[in-house]
């Protein structure tokens, strides 16, 4: 399984964003893909997730209500966007894509097997 994450960059405080995770080499059957995000100095923490199957999000506290996780319907292959809306300086992170079996644990590491490189967002006051 491959991931890439793409669609980092430098905005200003109020801007929107959209990251891409594009996945490959597997039927993604019960899979779930996953955001999470790591600031300068700080661990790493989820963001939100979606289930492959279902197309069921779930999203953590960061950025709730200003982050929209969806699946690309009109993608050939397994696309996931994070859209994110009224971004902030404490926005600023390397965002990563991750992907794992459905276990039920989708906001911890635990739950995924195959992670991207991440992308990086700063925002800007």
């Known amino acids: 399984v491959q991931l890439q994450a793409s669609g980092g960059g430098l905005v200003q405080a109020g801007d929107s964003l959209r990251l891409s995770c594009a996945a490959s080499?597997?039927?993604?059957?019960?899979?779930?893909i996953g955001w999470f995000r790591q600031a300068p100095g700080k661990e790493r923490e989820f963001v939100a997730s979606?289930?492959?199957?279902?197309?069921?999000?779930?999203?953590g506290g960061v950025g709730k209500g200003r982050f929209t996780i969806a699946r690309d319907k009109a993608s050939k292959t397994v696309t996931v966007h994070l859209h994110m809306n009224t971004l902030k300086p404490e926005d600023t992170a390397i965002y990563y894509c991750?992907?794992?079996?459905?276990?039920?644990?989708?906001?911890?590491?635990?739950?995924?097997?195959?992670w991207g490189q991440g992308t990086l967002v700063t925002v800007s006051s």
């Open positions: 979606i289930t492959l199957d279902y197309d069921s999000p779930y999203y």
């Open positions: 080499g597997s039927t993604f059957s019960n899979y779930v």
């Open positions: 991750a992907a794992g079996q459905l276990r039920y644990r989708v906001n911890t590491d635990e739950e995924y097997d195959y």
